[in-house]
């Protein structure tokens, strides 16, 4: 939900901001905009152009500029459509005052009316527009001294930088909930929403709590939170690494991200998994006997995030034998909350930043229940929100649509169910050493699968579909979220409607929507449902509609009841959610691709949703 960077330091900024910007679009891609302090502060050059980056780079022209400190913005709009006056940078009136923000200005309405009474002229729809006139006119000659008085006059979550004409050399930002984060060089300095805006440049950051305001000039960082300021906040470097932002060689990222599965899922297992099947979670922040004793588990989590959770559910019911209440985190927050002691909560975000996710761990630690995330983002708020943390370690992942991470996420709930199986003795150790041999198999399986001729004919058979106007996914057991992610897939990248539906439920409601030829995508994998499974491919059947079966390898029946059939490689049932989702990951990218859409950027979404 919008991207911003800000530079201060020696070196012209201007293709900094771009190529930072570039890394950032994933945060949101209507709109971008870059202001550079000329001329030693005599003046703000400002350029802001509708569409993504490559159109405002196209915007910003070729000619180099000597400025050395600069902002950079990209725009997921939620305040004003989208329009050159709604994209940021926003400007005071005298054009002395650059702001770039994430986030939302919850009171900006009667604040907007309260500087218009004072005469302001708005130039654009935005919430933004009020913090560049606000902190116009609370300069006494101090920028930092400015922004600290306009955070008392705001309400909302937010991040934002702000640069002055007549401080150049400085930015100064604010966040509350949204991230904000200050990348330390050799003599410059950053601001950025996240890190990979600044990896090119710098490993060393410096993280920013919410409530914060923080002052950067080329050599120093001064923090303030309430107790006056602080210069000495302390750099943690970075292990990220940089090649997860370039393609690497593969026409999208989305691709490149979903053949990167096998390397998410080994490097998510990597130490953690022992040789007698012990399952170590070094930062959950419960001991054994604590974990033993916890009765109830909530996951809490957004899109994919939740459908990875809710074959956790699966995952933990059945190997440790504790119930687990699944939810999204939309709801989830608004709910009585009967969250307690005892009660482990689990936030999956793999960005880290949600704020709907944010929110229900948030409920449910204020009722003294353990909170742990579950995300692939290190010094994300998710982490500084909970008791614990579980990592997958997938990379970054810039692709919209969310691969590596959700099955990297079902791993890393296998591990702790697995362990939780062990410390509630709901598993014996000959079982759970079994498991944990299926465990380390699937990386190995998911690779060989993509190394195979099946991707190819997953294409060949998604582009006889390709033009369908609907898709009906069913599935039964944990067949039912791989429905329902494979659904969200297809629908996120390729515009097309679908429904994913429960098997089971076929026949109370959607059933109406088939006529001959309808396709049906249905999730027959082996396992004790599969005679169900294979009982609605008839009824499917029986109306005319074309089934398109995701089946385990080796199986020799489905091929009597299916129109085509994806394979997947053969794993315990439980497990197929890994194995599963990937055919049906390729089958909604190459669908998209054949109509010719641009997966990485679906229109209207955002990687990272930071707003409600
Ligand atoms: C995934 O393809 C989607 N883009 C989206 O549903 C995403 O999973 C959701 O917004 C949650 O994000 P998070 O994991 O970063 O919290």
Known sequence: ????????????????????????????????????????????????????????????????????????????????????????????????????????????????????????????????????????????????????????????????????????????????????????????????????????HTRDVQLLESGEVVSIDASSTTIWNGHGPEADRPVTRVLMDEDSAEKGGHETFMLKEIHEQPTALWDTLGDRLGADGSVDLEALGLDDASLARVERIHIVACGTSFHAGLVGRYLIEDWARVPVHCEVASEYRYRTCLAGPGDLIIGITQSGETADTLAAMRVARERGAHVVALTNIMGSQATRDSDGVIFTRAGLEIGVAATKTHTAQVMALALLALKLGRLKWALTSVGALELAEDLRRLPDLVQAYLHSAEPARVYEVAGRYA??????????????????????????????????????????????????????????????????????????????????????????????????VLWCPRTPSILTPVTAIVPLQLFAYAIARANGLNVDQPRNLAKTVTVE
């Open 467 to 564: 033009s369908c106007p609907f898709f009906l996914y069913l599935g039964r057991h944990v067949g039912v979220p791989v429905c329902f992610e494979g659904a969200l897939k297809l629908k996120e990248i390729s515009y097309i409607p679908t429904e994913a539906y429960p098997a089971g439920e076929m026949k109370h409601g959607p059933i109406a929507l088939l006529e001959p030829g309808s396709p049906v995508v249905v999730v027959a994998t082996d396992g004790h449902v599969f005679d169900k499974v294979v009982s609605n491919i008839q009824e499917v059947k029986a109306r005319g509609a074309a089934v398109i079966a995701v089946a385990t390898e080796g199986n020799e029946e489905i091929g009597h009841h299916a129109d085509d």
């Open 1 to 200: 939900m919008c991207g911003i960077i800000g530079y201060v330091g020696s070196r012209s900024c201007k293709e900094l901001i771009l190529t930072g910007l570039e890394r950032l679009e994933y945060r949101g891609y209507d709109s971008a905009g870059i202001a550079l302090l000329e001329g030693g502060g005599s003046h703000l050059e400002l350029v802001r152009a509708i569409g993504n980056l490559a159109v405002l780079r196209e915007a910003v022209g070729e000619n180099s500029s000597p400025a050395t400190t600069g902002l950079g913005h990209t725009r997921w709009a939620t305040h004003g459509g989208v329009t050159v006056a709604n994209a940021h940078p926003q400007v005071d009136a005298e054009g002395r005052v650059a702001v770039v923000m994430n986030g939302i200005i919850e009171n900006y309405m009667s604040l907007r009316s309260e500087l218009a009474g004072q005469g302001v002229a708005f130039r654009s729809e935005t919430d933004t527009e009020v913090l560049p006139h606000l902190i116009a006119q609370e300069y006494r000659g101090d920028l930092a001294e400015a922004v600290r008085r306009v955070t008392e006059r705001i309400q909302g979550h937010y991040a934002f930088v702000a640069m002055h004409c007549d401080e150049p050399g400085r930015l100064v930002g604010a966040r509350k909930e949204c991230p904000l984060m200050v990348g330390v060089g050799d003599g410059e300095r950053f601001l950025a929403s996240a890190i990979p805006a600044f990896l090119r």
